[in-house]
């Protein structure tokens, strides 16, 4: 009988599942190569994310000491303060599990809700889990404008 299905063209059930088997296989081959590509040449940017090499933070005057903004940043959340010695910018991500800090104006600190991190007005570990300091980025005054800029301290 098989002889007279191929003669007439026909597949059996089996060489279905054959084809099958065989084409699950090639596209999971596919997509498990594709995922390790991935991995090694990871993209530059991510897609959605306007990168730029810096970005307004505020005029001087209405910035008092003291102040907190939340700014993003090339992807990234960032508060910047100013204190009586200038400004600071720190990544909003708690060094310990990545959970969203905030500035606590009351006590002076930075503060993640979490696990009760605290960290200076530097971005520097005061108590809690946080293994290391806050990531922090460069602040420039040009004229009477403050701005982030690209490069990381």
């Not at 993003?72 to 969203?100: E, L, M, W, Y």
């Not at 007005?121 to 005061?126: C, E, K, P, Y």
């Amino acid at each position: 009988m098989k002889e007279e299905e191929k003669q007439s063209g026909r597949s059996s059930r089996r060489d279905f599942l054959d084809y099958l088997l065989s084409g699950g296989l090639v596209v999971g081959l596919v997509g498990i190569f594709a995922a390790v590509v991935r991995f090694i040449w990871p993209p530059k940017y991510v897609v959605g994310v306007q990168y730029s090499d810096r970005l307004f933070v505020g005029k001087l005057k209405d910035l008092p000491v003291g102040s907190a903004v939340r700014k993003i940043f090339n992807g990234h959340g960032i508060i910047v303060v100013r204190n009586p010695s200038g400004f600071i910018a720190v990544d909003v991500k708690c060094t310990h599990q990545k959970c969203n800090v905030h500035w606590d104006e009351k006590r002076k600190v930075f503060a993640c809700p979490c696990h009760g991190g605290l960290f200076d007005r530097f971005g520097n570990v005061i108590s809690g889990p946080p293994p290391r300091p806050l990531r922090r980025y460069p602040v420039r005054i040009l004229g009477d404008s403050v701005y982030l800029v690209n490069r990381e301290v």
